[in-house]
T-cell receptor
Framework: EAGVAQSPRYKIIEKRQSVAFWCNPISGHATLYWYQQILGQGPKLLIQFQNNGVVDDSQLPKDRFSAERLKGVDSTLKIQPAKLEDSAVYLC?????????????FGQGTRLTVV | SQQGEEDPQALSIQEGENATMNCSYKTSINNLQWYRQNSGRGLVHLILIRSNEREKHSGRLRVTLDTSKKSSSLLITASRAADTASYFCATADNYGQNFVFGPGTRLSVLP
């Protein structure tokens, strides 16, 4: 089966600009996650969707980050305006049912550099 | 929120040797997962161990779980250069709804 697809793979922007990332989860997976991974650290959850509803966005900086999952399938994550500290890899993952009883499948990530 | 902490932060071994890394967590869990991340790639699921299990095997991987000590270990036997990667444990948060990762152990297997 096809894996989790993310685009773009790399993005370089100047601070205060905006950027958007796209994720297509594995077909049939109800749960979708966005993680931020700063160099040398573990992934940090930004937002979790169950179908097209938000389960947890407690660590999403809502003044600049937004995410949506239209029709419970694809998802986009947007940063506006970007700051230098947003430089990180943004990982999208999906799982069949959500909860912690199933494994998550990760995409390759989008490496964002803010200069 | 609950978080696993891997130990050591970095580990270098020779090919053929065994590698052991540990994960400690803070509160009760239902299960714990281990993931691998090769440089510049996404995470790959390795193994899930439930709270009522003490040991689990998958190929050259052996995972143990000690709920009384709130710790888990991942053993990679007969390591290969291809095992060079970062390894993360993931535990459920207080709502059991998502994965919270530790900072990881960076394993280098030297040929």
């Amino acid at each position: 089966e096809a894996g989790v697809a993310q685009s773009p793979r790399y993005k370089i922007i100047e601070k205060r600009q905006s950027v958007a990332f796209w994720c297509n989860p594995i077909s049939g997976h109800a749960t979708l996650y966005w993680y931020q991974q700063i160099l040398g650290q573990g992934p940090k959850l930004l937002i979790q969707f169950q179908n097209n509803g938000v389960v947890d966005d407690s660590q999403l900086p809502k003044d600049r980050f937004s995410a949506e999952r239209l029709k419970g399938v694809d998802s986009t994550l947007k940063i506006q305006p970007a700051k230098l500290e947003d430089s990180a890899v943004y990982l999208c993952a999906s799982s069949l049912l959500g909860g912690f009883d199933t494994e998550a499948f990760f995409g390759q990530g989008t490496r964002l550099t803010v200069v | 929120s609950q978080q696993g902490e891997e130990d050591p932060q970095a580990l270098s071994i020779q090919e053929g040797e065994n590698a052991t890394m540990n994960c400690s967590y803070k509160t009760s869990i239902n299960n714990l997962q281990w993931y691998r991340q090769n440089s510049g790639r996404g995470l790959v699921h390795l193994i899930l161990i439930r709270s009522n299990e003490r040991e689990k095997h998958s190929g050259r991987l052996r995972v143990t779980l000690d709920t009384s000590k709130k710790s888990s270990s991942l053993l990679i036997t007969a390591s290969r250069a291809a095992d060079t990667a970062s390894y993360f444990c993931a535990t459920a948060d207080n709502y059991g709804q998502n994965f919270v990762f530790g900072p990881g152990t960076r394993l280098s297997v030297l040929p």
